[in-house]
Each structure stands twice: as C-alpha cells, then as structure tokens.
C-alpha cells in the first residue's frame, strides 16, 4: 500500500507542477453510448458506453479515457467490464515526449477484481499529417493484479504500444490502437488488446460508427477462462 501511495503521490505532484505552468486549454470530449437487445429464441441485452477527453497547449497533453461494458444472456449476466486510463504527456522537442499514466482494469468474467498499472516512458510522433497521424510509445511499470479466485499477484511491466488515425474523408475516420503489455519477471504472461473503428459523421458534433476490440491474455488467472474477447458495436458518437 506504501508502493502505490507512493506512485501516486508523485505522478499526481508532477502533473499539477507541469500543468500550473501553462496557458488555459480547452478540453476536447469525445463519447460513444450503444445499446442492443433482443427476444426470442435467446434474449440478449448488451450496453457499451466509452468516453475520452484531450486536452493540449505547447508542451503538455493529456488524455483521459473510460470504457464500461454490461451484457445479460436469458437474464443471466455474462460480461461486465470497466477500464480507466489516465496519462500526461510532456513533449521533449516536436516528436519526443515523455509520459506517465495510469490503468484500471475491472473483468469479472475474465478473472479479475482489479489489475491496475502505473508507468512512465516515451512517445514519438511517428506520422502527424492532416490525414495521417501514428504515434508510438513504449514504457516500464508496475502492474498489481487482485484475481476473483482470491489471490494476487504484483510485477513490473513491459509495455508497448501504437495509436494511428487516418481521415479517409471528411467525413470518415479510421482508428486502429494496438498494444502489448507483459510480465518482466515471467514473459508467458502477456496482453495484447486492439481496437479498431470506423466512424462516420453526421453533422458537427455527431457521428455514427462500428467498432471491433480483441483482448487477449495468454496465461489467464484460471483454467476455465478464455484466453480471447471480442466485441463488435455500432455506436452514436457525440464530439464536443
């Protein structure tokens, strides 16, 4: 518990230090809410919602993001999942940055109470055109894992991980993350999530698009789990 108070003290100090020294910002928020239900041979009811909020002036960004997942087959429920991220950047000169950032990760049906990781490394802006942007980073951290069996396991971390965003058109935007996460101490335990979507804009402010998200774990923390999750969605988007 001192480790973690620790970790946080100090990302907490340096971001309120970074951020006092700049200019106001506005926050760009951006949010996805999807629903489906359906009756008859098998009821089914699925609820997603995701929201992410940015904010940039000269040297400093940050990036906030939520993502919870519910869904009930014949009453009966069969995924529940919440993910938080937090992380502040600092750039270093006009493609390098520097980062810290925190995750939260809560997957009852995947074998966890919690698994949360706190890290710190660098960032390059690989590609930054008008329709292309792809950005790389790659940190060490400390991961503490509580599993729903009652046991818990805490180790440093590997990380890896690329964001690319390509206009297609004016209207149309496609968006791929791929990242990799892994044990130090014992390289067969590794995560690798992607996250792809399509979005299409209806006016200003929103858009309609589908999404398509893997999330494996090699070693889970049971025999009986999966090692694999997918999702598809079609969500409303707003952009404010």
Do not use: C
């Not at 509580?146 to 440093?156: P, R, W």
């Amino acid at each position: 518990m001192k480790k973690k108070l620790f970790v946080y003290g100090l990302t907490a100090l340096a971001v309120s230090n970074s951020f006092a020294q700049e200019e106001k910002a506005e926050w760009k928020t951006h949010g996805e809410l999807s629903y489906v239900k359906t009756s008859g041979n098998s009821d089914t009811e699925t609820f997603a919602t995701k929201i992410e909020t940015n904010w940039k002036k000269t040297v400093n960004r940050f990036l906030g993001k939520g993502e919870f997942l519910y869904g009930k087959t014949n009453n009966k429920e069969n995924t529940n999942k919440l993910y938080l991220l937090g992380r502040w950047e600092r750039l270093l000169n006009e493609r390098l940055f520097g980062f810290v950032q925190g995750d939260y990760l809560r997957d009852k049906f995947s074998g966890y109470n919690y698994k949360t990781v706190w890290s710190a490394g660098l960032g390059y802006d690989i590609i930054k055109t008008e329709k292309h942007i792809l950005k790389g980073l790659a940190s060490l951290g400390y991961t503490f894992s509580d599993y729903k069996d009652g046991k818990n396991k805490d180790y440093t971390t590997g990380s890896a991980e690329f964001d690319y965003r390509w206009k297609i058109r004016e209207n149309l935007t496609f968006k791929q993350l791929l990242r990799y996460d892994t044990n130090l101490e014992d390289t067969n335990v590794y995560f690798i999530k992607s996250d792809s979507s399509l979005a299409v804009k209806i006016n200003a402010h929103f858009s309609m698009g589908i999404g398509y998200k893997v999330a494996y774990q090699n070693k889970p923390p049971s025999a009986n789990i999966e090692k694999t999750d997918t999702t598809f969605l079609t969500s409303l988007i707003v952009d404010f």
